[in-house]
């Protein structure tokens, strides 16, 4: 698990994508950057998080640029890959955040933790308790998503961006959990199907990123973690959680 994300924008959204919240938000060393209360609850409204560096944990060393995109509902204290799918159901669906966390939780095979998934931060929890079960979980959930998110944005099908491509890699997941009723990260059908005419497939096959989530679902620890990350940073990919605040701070960090 690696650290903080240093110069990534965070902004505040209407539901259209309109940015309501215009001073510049750029986190700093420690990953923080703090949104007015005004604009952090507005009905209807959302938060999302790109670029920056990622930073070791411990250290001010950058290990990578992140290239990814990540959203959660207004009133979110983390947003991470899960925000994100909660935001693309409640979009494809209709569904208010209460709906939406619930169906992700249901479909992630999270609902038993009890962790409301739109505040929950692993990453703090497994700084002090590296085999916390609860977030050992929640955390390997993460990264699978987080993995596809990168190589989404990393290889978009042709005609797509980084950033369409990455939307649409949530949309495709969020309707999987809706029709499916379960989201299954290490399943060859599920991922072919959320990765289909989103990832080009001559530069990645679906195969390969079953072998990555397999790989992180065997993981049982903080040091396991440690280790998928520092493969993912050897091979140019990354995976990240943005944990934020309003007026206490906006933290982000990558896992």
């Not at 411990?58 to 992140?66: H, R």
Request: glycine content about 8%; overall charge negative.
């Amino acid at each position: 698990v690696d650290g903080y994300i240093k110069g990534a924008t965070v902004s505040v959204k209407k539901a259209d994508g309109t940015v309501i919240y215009t001073t510049p938000a750029v986190t700093d060393a420690n990953g923080t950057y703090v949104i007015p209360s005004q604009y952090a609850y507005g009905a209807g409204t959302y938060y999302e998080a790109s670029g920056g560096d990622i930073l070791a944990i411990n250290s001010s060393s950058t290990l990578l640029a992140n290239k990814t995109f990540f959203t959660a509902p207004a009133g979110s204290t983390v947003i991470s890959p899960i925000t994100t799918l909660i935001k693309a159901y409640m979009d494809k669906q209709g569904a208010d955040v209460a709906t939406a966390k619930a169906a992700i939780a249901d479909a992630l095979g999270l609902k038993t933790t009890g962790v409301d998934l739109t505040i929950y931060d692993p990453i703090a929890v497994l700084k002090t308790s590296p085999t916390d079960a609860t977030a050992v979980l929640v955390e390997k959930k993460i990264l699978m998503l987080s993995d596809l998110a990168n190589e989404a944005a990393q290889n978009p099908y042709a005609g797509l961006t980084d950033k369409t491509a990455t939307v649409k890699l949530f949309e495709n997941m969020a309707l999987i959990a809706k029709d499916k009723g379960q989201l299954n990260l290490t399943d060859g059908t599920t991922i072919d199907t959320a990765t289909y005419q989103v990832i080009d497939r001559a530069k990645l096959l679906p195969t390969k990123l079953v072998t990555d989530t397999k790989n992180i679902d065997a993981v049982t620890d903080k040091p396991g973690l440690d280790d998928v990350f520092n493969k993912a940073v050897n091979n140019q990919k990354a995976s990240i959680i943005f944990s934020t605040g309003n007026d206490k701070g906006l933290t982000v960090e990558d896992d």
